[in-house]
Structure formats: C-alpha cells, structure tokens
C-alpha cells in the first residue's frame, strides 16, 4: 500500500511537471506571459512555470490550448504498472488535476489514496535542449515542438519534498490574439520520464 501511494504522488508530480524553459544556452527565468498572451513559445512555457510557481489556476488555464493535451512516455506506464489508470487526457482533466495541486489541501484520488498537499512549487533547472521545431501535426500544421530538460521541487505537506527531472516535450499552438497578431497556447506535452 505505501509503493502505491509514493507512486501516485510521483505520477501527479509527473504532471506537474511541465514548468518552465529556457534556451540552449541559459536557464529562464520565471516569468509570465502577461495579460495579453505568450508571444513566444519560450514565453509561454515561462508562463506555465510562473502559473506553477504561484500556483494560479487561472493563470495556468489561460495558457492551454482548447485542444490541450498530456501524455505519459510509454517507459513510464511499464514503471508504474497497474497504479497508472491512464495514460493520456484533456484540458478539463488537467485543469482538475491542477487545482488541486495549487489548492494547498489534501485530496483523495480517483482510487480513494490520500494525496498530500502541495505547498510551494519550485522551477529550478530548466533547459530548452532542442530549438522549437514543426511538429507535424496533421490539420494544425504551425504547431512547434522542442525538448526541454528540467527540474521541478514540489514541497508536500509535512516538508516533504518530491523532486521531478528529466525531459519533457512541449507544444505550442499559435493562435490569434486578444489584440490581434498571434500567441502561443500549449498544445500538448509529452512526459519523456
């Protein structure tokens, strides 16, 4: 039963992963995307981390996409065996997901396990490995893609603290903006584990 839930809390963390970003050559900072949208790519994923940071459930589901998706690497789903219910799933899941995360309380999940709460989010190391490139996305075809490497503390109830590293795949989608011209809502990601 313990395993079990140490690795529901390391799938939700997984999650939560997807953080902030920088480029080849130096870590970003923490900052947001503003008010009128992410006019980059890299500014939008900055925003992701910023909405983590401040935990702002608002801020956060302004920067998905309509169609957003998330998706578990398939070595993860091996990993975590039968505890893993799914693999992939929408903006909506991810918006419920996410709000219990910034919440700051202590939640049960889908199979009835206590999961602790969150209380701070820390971006460390996050490092853009690739340079946003076409993803290929048939019927979106100026959707970009790059990988990222990161590092993400999550302070849980008790001081306790679960540390998420690796890659990550980001997506971003350009779409018009609230005052014309294009910005970029995050389409996708993929957890590379």
């Not at 602790?116 to 690739?130: D, N, Q, Y």
Request: net charge negative; proline share 5%; with cysteine.
């Amino acid at each position: 039963m313990r395993s079990r839930f140490i690795l529901l809390n390391i799938i939700l963390l997984i999650l939560w992963t997807a953080a902030s970003c920088s480029n080849r050559d130096q870590v970003l900072s923490v900052q947001g995307a503003g008010g009128d949208g992410a006019r980059t790519p890299d500014e939008l994923v900055s925003g992701v981390a910023k909405a983590y940071v401040d935990r702002d459930l608002a801020a956060y589901a302004d920067l998905l996409d309509e169609d957003f998706v998330f998706s578990m690497h398939p070595c993860d789903v091996n990993d975590l065996g039968k505890v893993l219910v799914k693999t992939m799933w929408g903006r909506d899941e991810e918006l419920t997901i996410a709000g219990r995360m910034f919440g700051g309380k202590a939640c049960r999940n889908s199979q009835g396990a206590m999961v602790p709460a969150v209380t701070s989010i820390t971006v460390g190391h996050c490092e853009r490995l690739t340079p946003w490139e076409n993803a290929q996305e048939q019927g979106r075809p100026r959707v970009l893609k790059a990988v990222y490497k990161m590092h993400v503390d999550f302070t849980l109830q008790g001081d306790r603290v679960m540390a998420v590293d690796g890659p990550t795949t980001f997506y971003a989608a350009p779409v018009p903006g609230p005052q014309g011209g294009t910005i970029y809502k995050l389409r996708a990601w993929v957890d590379q584990g």
